[in-house]
């Protein structure tokens, strides 16, 4: 048997954690084919076959966490006229009747080791060099997976049989999902047996220590040791006069358009800072923090200047929905150019938001509050949204960060 370990995903974490698995023992894989969907970082990554074959055991149940190095899948042992391409660093001489794996470091064996230098390998990406010493065996297609995870987890939310969109092989998308709502309806309980193997006898699950630190939680641990060494940090807090629209339009959503304008306004803190240089970026993309039992999530809301307000409610529900339930893609976690929390939403006025670079700025809404104002020379109470907006004083002045905080108060209290 062939054993295919966890291999490091880039996300600088020791393990991972498994998510969902694509295939069961005795299915024959191609290739390249989604193996297993694992969290690692906050992040969903699908780990593909660095070879095909026949899955002859799982190392790892559903929701276990996997040191990288770790054994994740064994695949039969190869037939003896079976030889398997070298790659680009390869050096060593096989035979016909030898037994051995691509050469990834990710790559255990049973047979007695052989004597190589490490290639290196990218899992899922196999590197032939110039002694090619055969190709791989054919092996019986696999089903492909009709969907990327976001719309699989979407699929599940709202009960469609994702089988039924995908008839030609092509990835169904978010709007064949929402297209299809009611016109093939299926039990979230049935999706996920169709999904999940049998669970793995003998492998114990380590609940009571992924409660406490999942990959989520330790993400958001170097990030914020990251930002405590790196961030000059400076806060300014000011509250807006709400009572134009309160209690009439969604206050999240009143953020985000708040945010999109005062970008406008002072572009400097929509930017990024890297290598000590300031790279003011065109589009607002707001990463929205979102809570969650696992730990801190960060999605983005890319160009939300080009999306209708519906659309905007709609992404966020879905993130909502993801950092409950599934956890959420790395693309969707990336290409933040500006933060916002919304943490008044469960309590509290003021805060001094982080700034998580390379954003430079970051805005925190406070909780509502009845507060006395002057109108006309006369006091009046009006519902108040206090603002604590952090920047990095390394590329932020402090009157571009107060010019940012004039045009946000503007923006809500009209």
Known sequence: MKTFTLPDLGEGLPDAVVREWHVSEGDTIAAHESLVTVETAKALVEVPAPWGGR??????????????GEPL??????????????TEHSTTTISPGDSVSAEDPSVKETAPPQTRSD????????????????????????????ATPKVRALARRLGVDLE?????????????????????PVTEKSAEEKKSPPPVQGVEKTAGVEAVMSPARRAMGLSMSR???????????????????????????????????????????????ENDQL?????????????????????????????????????????????????IAQSDLQGATILL????????????????????A??????????????????????????????????????????FLRAMLHALST
Not at 255 to 266: D, G, S, Y
Not at 290 to 317: C, F, I, K, M, N
Not at 370 to 389: C, E, F, K
Request: with cysteine; charged share 20%; proline share 6%.
């Open 164 to 184: 039924k969109l995908s008839t030609d092989g092509s990835l169904v998308t978010a709007a064949q999902v929402h297209a299809a709502v009611g016109s093939t």
């Open 227 to 273: 930002a405590r060494d790196q961030v000059a940090q400076i806060t300014l807090c000011d509250d807006a006069d709400i009572s134009s629209w309160w209690g009439s339009t969604p206050a999240l959503l009143r953020l985000i358009r708040a945010v999109q304008l005062a970008c406008t306004a002072e572009p400097t803190l929509n930017a990024l800072y």
């Open 341 to 360: 929390s919304n943490f008044g939403a469960i309590a509290g006025r003021y805060a001094t938001p982080v700034v998580l670079p390379p954003t430079v």
């Open 73 to 86: 899948v064994g695949f039969a042992a190869e037939d003896a006229n079976h030889e398997i391409p070298a």
């Open 55 to 68: 899955v002859e055991k799982l190392f790892a149940a559903q929701d276990q966490t996997v040191n990288v």
């Open 279 to 327: 790279k003011i970026q065109e589009t607002v993309n707001i990463g929205l923090a979102v809570d969650s039992p696992r730990g801190l999530y960060v999605p983005v809301l890319r160009d939300v200047a080009g999306h209708t307000d519906e659309a905007l409610l709609a992404q966020v529900a879905d993130y909502k929905h993801q950092a409950r339930e599934t956890g």
């Open 119 to 146: 290639s290196g390998t990218v899992v899922g990406k196999l590197e032939q060099g110039e002694a090619v010493l055969g190709a791989e065996q054919r092996v019986a297609p696999s089903r492909r997976r009709p």
């Open 362 to 403: 970051i805005v925190g809404a406070g909780r509502v509050c009845q507060g006395v104002v002057v109108i006309d020379r006369w006091p009046a109470m009006r519902p108040l949204l206090p603002l604590s907006i952090s920047a990095d004083h390394r590329a932020v002045t402090g009157g571009e960060l107060a010019r």
